[in-house]
């Protein structure tokens, strides 16, 4: 449930509203369990409308995303444990909520595809499951508007924390999915001693904001459970950066 706030703008569609809701940069229900209830979790200004279209599709991307993920770590067990949970229909006494479950279930399975062992197409740092024949696993499409409207999101409001901005028709944004390995070119820069980098690394997260000394391109880098990856620069509309 958002919290309400006073009038104000949504960092979305910028539009001024009477309803301002607290949108969590991250959703809630993608922390582990383990963080402690007093740890800070960033926040931004939403209206009601923007908050629950984005609640809905981060849920939707979230199972998703929970259900293709290799065990590597305990973040990761921990979260696929939650969404087999969301989705076990004997977890719950409600009928409504089992022939939920039921049907979420039915719609997942038609919507994988079976897999043949090429990695080519998978989404970085999520690879077939280890202990089983990649040939006889499954594969499972993440749209890509999700994606990119997810990556906006959150670059969205970690500048409004860090610099109170909103990103309007100024601003160049650009979300970037992808190995790290292939943009090596970028990901030095976060860690380039020239470059004023903020670290921030609630458990099962870590954000890095890296400002250059000219002050454009920020360039951002949101590491999830140690396995989901999201790349992305800002920089200001019709400027070329070298």
């Known amino acids: 449930m958002s919290k309400k706030l006073k009038q104000g703008k949504c960092i979305h569609c910028l539009k001024w509203t009477s309803e301002l809701t607290e949108d969590h940069v991250l959703p809630r229900s993608w922390y582990v369990l383990t963080v402690p209830s007093n740890e800070e979790k960033w926040t931004a200004p939403s209206c009601r409308l923007c908050n629950g279209s984005l609640g809905q599709m981060e849920n939707d991307l979230f199972i998703k995303l929970a259900l293709c993920l290799n065990i590597t770590n305990d973040y990761t067990k921990a979260i696929r444990q939650r969404v087999m949970d969301m989705l076990n229909p004997d977890l719950t006494k409600d009928f409504i909520q089992k022939q939920a479950r039921l049907k979420k ?37 993440i749209p890509k508007i999700p994606l990119q409207k997810f990556g906006e999101k959150l670059i ?3 500048e409004y924390n860090k610099s109170n901005r909103y990103i309007d028709a100024g601003y160049s944004l650009e979300v970037i999915y ?9 990901t030095k820069l976060i860690h380039d001693k020239r470059w004023s980098t903020h670290h921030y690394h609630p458990q099962g997260f870590e954000f890095y904001r890296a400002l250059p000394p000219q ?18 620069t800002l ?8």
């Open 178 to 186: 992808a190995h790290p390995e292939t943009i090596r070119d970028v």
């Open 105 to 141: 279930i039915k719609e997942l399975l038609a919507d994988t595809r079976p897999g043949d062992g090429s990695r080519e197409g998978l989404f970085p740092n999520f690879d077939y499951h280890d202990g089983y024949d990649p040939k006889i696993q499954r594969t499972m499409p």
């Open 215 to 232: 002050g454009f391109p920020i360039i951002y880098q949101v590491k999830i459970w140690d396995r989901f990856e999201v790349f992305g």
């Open 235 to 242: 920089g200001k509309t019709g400027e070329i950066y070298e």
């Open 156 to 158: 969205k409001g970690i």
